[in-house]
C-alpha cells in the first residue's frame, strides 16, 4: 500500500487549497479513504471521509462547509478541497485508508 499527498503549502486566512492522495497497491475502489491532520504540537485528528463508491462524505465539525472530500476511482485519487481556510486549519494533513497511512503535506495558514 502506498499513499501519496500532494498540494500543500503556504496560504492566507480565507484562501483555498486543494489537496490530493495518490494511492496504489491495493483495490482503491473498493475502499474508504480519510483524511487527518495533525496540528503542531497536538494529538492527530480525523478530518474527512468518504465511502468507496464516493457518496455518504462526513466531515468533522470544525470544517464543515468548507472543505469537500471527493474521489476519482479511475484516477485512484482522493481529494480535499478546503477553502476559507483558517490559521487553526494549519496541520500536516494525511491521508488514510484501514491503517495506512502517507508521509504527509504541510498546509500553513497565516498571513
Known amino acids: 500500500v502506498q499513499l501519496v499527498e500532494s498540494g500543500g503549502g503556504l496560504v492566507q486566512p480565507g484562501g483555498s487549497l486543494r489537496l490530493a492522495c495518490a494511492a496504489s497497491?491495493?483495490?482503491?475502489?473498493?475502499?474508504?479513504m480519510h483524511w487527518y491532520r495533525q496540528p503542531p504540537g497536538k494529538e492527530r485528528e480525523w478530518v474527512a471521509g468518504?465511502?468507496?463508491?464516493?457518496?455518504?462524505?462526513m466531515y468533522a465539525d470544525p470544517v464543515k462547509g468548507r472543505f469537500t472530500i471527493s474521489r476519482d476511482n479511475a484516477k485512484n485519487t482522493v481529494y480535499l478541497q478546503m477553502n476559507s481556510l483558517k490559521p487553526e486549519d494549519t496541520a500536516v494533513y494525511y491521508c488514510?485508508?484501514?491503517?495506512?497511512w502517507g508521509q504527509g503535506t504541510q498546509v500553513t495558514v497565516s498571513s
Open positions: 497497491g491495493f483495490t482503491f475502489s473498493s475502499a474508504t
Open positions: 468518504i465511502s468507496s463508491a464516493g457518496g455518504s462524505p
Open positions: 488514510n485508508r484501514a491503517g495506512f
